[in-house]
């Protein structure tokens, strides 16, 4: 096996959903109503959770223990999507981002449930109940919101538009593609990326809501080669101030 | 997480019961004092109605704003374990406010009157809140001690009269006794660890102990008003005697840690009695009053976010929608 | 703008003096009535309401405040005013005069007769 293909791929699926995890945290008490209050901070509490078992066959696989990975790294070491580091604007923004990404991230285990790397695959299956429910409720708030009232529609489809490009972005190939199809670790970037298109395509449509046309799809890159927005640095400060208070210490 | 009611000790008791029937008085209060259960569409004295909203209410708000000073640090726990427990902490309360909400329409009024009255200042909750999280540690004793206070009061309330608030009290303990395992582990966590840590949570005990103390409330008068609240068990347990129980259970914990708190007069006497130095009332009333250090952030807070959620909330009111009151 | 301890509310940009409107009847939904079944074989049981614009989050809102701990298998929401609810008031209507041994099992006592039969044959 390839092991550095493997930790590459286990490095920018830990740091994505630490990062979006974490955003997500963020609305926690603030929801727009209180019973979504709970169901999203359900959520980001799974995304953290999935990241700390990635961070953890990392750790198997010779890293250092997953809190220190991810609390003591500086933002330039991170391999999560830019996309998923952008602040989390209003709710329009936060649910489109919640759909563009869970159905992504959905893809990308139920690919892994078969991957050759059986921890991997043993944690896929693991999560697919988890996944199901994100995606359940990206969908029903997408479609609900998209073709509510004017107001609503404008405000989804204008952040379908801010983050088309962000989201194409997480499909940015990595330098081991070749060796992770052909050892049948993982299908690549561009296979899922073609099944995530399949995917959210007529969910957007029945949402009333449109995709950017393609001639402007720009994917925004660089996350995965550690080059983040200057909203990654801030995040991660603030994520680690107390970890990093007393880095001897238990918390 | 939640002291006690504010009762106005002013109230005259012949105004709760005046104009009421006197048979469905009777047989309301013999059905108390058998034990059972009031529900939502059951005859109850005017009185009895709103002081229950009240009360409900304001233990609601207390939820609703208390994930506040601890949703502070919550992108900022440190480590996996902690962020989790953290996010799940904060979850709890406002699952707590959705419970106890809810609780409080089946009295007749509507969240919506409710959150009104909350983020116009005009109904009140647990003074705690208004006071800051200044680090981590603060949040670790929040979760450790106050959670402790509201579980005493909230255990007593569990065996009240409302049945609706009965049963959101008993799934709300069942969570606080996770929030308080998480606390203890947390303020254990820092007292055992680096001189650090200790001076950390030594800190934010000291910060902390005036507010608990205040948290109870101040002692009950005992007034006519008071016994009949009793009678009709909406309320369950006097002040000190909570704030009693709460010092027993817990001081000798604190000492256990080797941490000190801040009141040279706190001892338990010869008959068992805990003595302390009065805690300053009148502040506790500035502060219930507005004038504390966070009350005026908590409730822009609120506000905005109930804006900013606004638009979220009325593209999906459909026309159709008809609000009734809930069954139970 | 306030400047908080919570990083969270210093990046939210809020003035302190924010007046909003009220919120208007309806703001929060309607509601509707969660049923919860732990297990196959269980019945469902009332836990508790959510308000919702919806059936589907309805649904979901329930999933999160009632099941998110413990076990579930199975959740029913029913809009509260499509419920019929019979009156505390009315709980006389419950009542039944106690003379209906014919329904209950101990209204039927056999053995008396058959070892009446056995003593005399």
Redesign the interface.
């Known amino acids: 096996m390839n092991t550095q293909a493997i930790k590459e791929l286990l490095y920018k699926m830990a740091d994505d959903l630490l990062i979006i995890g974490h955003r997500n945290s ?1 609305w926690t008490g ?1 929801g727009p ?4 209050d ?2 999203f901070s ?1 959520m980001a509490q799974d995304k953290i959770g999935q990241s700390q078992a990635i961070f953890q066959l990392l750790n198997d696989l010779g890293e250092q223990e997953p809190d220190t990975v991810a609390f003591m790294r500086g933002a330039a070491q991170f391999h999560n999507a830019r996309f998923l580091e952008l ?1 989390n604007g209003e709710y329009d923004f936060s649910l489109v981002r919640h759909f563009l990404f869970d159905h992504a991230d959905q893809l990308r285990f139920e690919a892994l449930a078969n991957s050759s790397y059986e921890p991997l695959a043993k944690v896929a299956k693991k999560v697919k109940g988890e996944l199901k ?1 994100h995606v ?2 990206a969908n ?2 997408l479609v ?1 919101l998209g073709q509510a009232n004017e107001n609503s529609h404008n405000r989804m489809q204008a952040a379908l538009n801010q983050a088309w490009n962000y989201a194409l972005g997480m499909f940015e190939e990595s330098a081991h593609e070749d060796a992770l199809i052909t050892e049948g670790i993982f299908e690549g970037e561009l296979a899922l990326r073609d099944k995530w298109l399949a995917t959210i395509t007529p969910i957007i449509l029945k949402a009333g809501l449109q995709i950017p046309a393609s001639n402007e799809w720009q994917p925004i890159y660089g996350g995965r080669i550690c080059q983040h927005t200057e909203h990654l640095s801030p995040l991660v400060e ?1 994520m680690s101030e107390v970890f990093r208070y007393d880095p001897t210490a238990e918390w | 997480m939640y002291g006690n009611a504010y009762i106005d000790p002013n109230d005259k008791a012949a105004q709760m019961i005046a104009g009421e029937d006197p048979q469905k008085l009777a047989e309301f209060e013999a059905r108390i004092a058998k034990g059972e259960k009031i ?1 939502p ?3 109850m004295p005017k009185e009895y109605r709103k002081q229950l909203v009240r009360m409900i209410e304001q233990h609601a708000h207390s939820e609703i704003i208390g994930a ?1 000073p601890e ?2 640090w ?3 726990a440190p480590g996996f374990k902690r962020k989790l427990a953290l996010m799940a902490k904060v979850q709890d309360e406002v ?1 707590h406010a ?2 106890l909400y ?1 609780a409080a ?1 089946t009295l007749g009024k ?3 009157a409710m ?2 009255d909350l ?2 200042g005009k109904s009140k909750y647990s003074n705690v809140f208004n006071y ?3 680090t981590w540690a603060d949040a670790c004793i929040i979760a450790w001690l106050i959670d402790a206070g509201a579980i005493i009061n909230q255990v007593a309330n569990a065996k009240g009269s409302y049945g609706p608030y009965c ?2 009290l008993d ?1 709300i303990c069942t ?1 606080e006794s996770f929030h308080l395992k998480y606390g203890h582990d947390n303020v254990v966590t820092l007292a055992t660890g680096t001189p650090k840590q200790r001076e950390m949570v030594q800190a934010a005990l000291t910060r902390w102990w005036p507010p608990i103390m205040h948290f109870f409330g101040p002692s009950d008068k005992i007034s006519n008003h008071t016994e009949i609240l009793m009678r009709w068990k909406v309320k369950m347990a006097s002040n000190d005697d909570m704030r009693q129980q709460f010092l027993n259970m817990y001081v000798p914990k604190i000492w256990d840690l080797g941490l000190t708190l801040p009141d040279p007069n706190l001892k338990k006497n010869a008959e068992g009695k805990w003595e302390y130095t009065e805690p300053d009332w009148d502040e506790f009333k500035r502060v219930v009053n507005g004038d504390g250090p966070c009350n ?2 908590r409730l ?2 609120r ?2 976010a ?2 900013r959620g ?1 638009w979220v ?2 593209a ?3 026309t159709e ?8 | 703008m ?1 400047k ?6 210093t ?2 940009e ?7 409107d ?10 509707y ?1 969660v049923f919860h079944q732990k297990r196959r074989g269980d019945q469902h049981m ?1 836990v ?7 059936a ?2 309805a649904f ?2 329930a ?3 009632y099941g ?2 413990g076990l579930s298998v199975n959740i029913w929401v029913v809009k ?2 499509d ?1 019929y ?1 019979s ?3 009315d709980s006389d209507i419950f009542e039944t005069v106690p003379e209906k041994q014919y329904r209950e099992a101990g209204g039927y006592k056999v053995m008396e007769k058959i070892n009446k039969y056995k003593k005399g044959v």
Not at chain 2, 321 to 328: D, G, T
Not at chain 3, 22 to 31: A, R, S
């Open positions: 963020e603030l109503i209180l019973e979504e709970i169901s359900s602040p429910y359940f409720h029903t708030w609900k603030e | 529900e569409k059951d005859w506040l949703g502070t919550i992108t900022r699952g959705q419970l809810s329409e509507s969240r919506e959150i009104n983020i116009t800051p999280a200044f049963r959101a799934r969570e005026a952030e822009a807070v506000r905005n109930e804006e606004r909330r009325e999906l009111n459909t929608s008809k609000y009734i009151v809930p069954l139970a | 306030i908080s301890l919570d990083p969270r509310i990046r939210a809020i003035d302190l003096e924010n007046p909003i009220p919120l208007k009847e309806l703001d929060q939904w309607e509601t009535e009332h508790g309401i959510v308000h919702a614009p919806n589907e989050m979901i809102f999933k999160e405040q998110r701990r509260t005013r419920v609810s009156e505390y008031d």
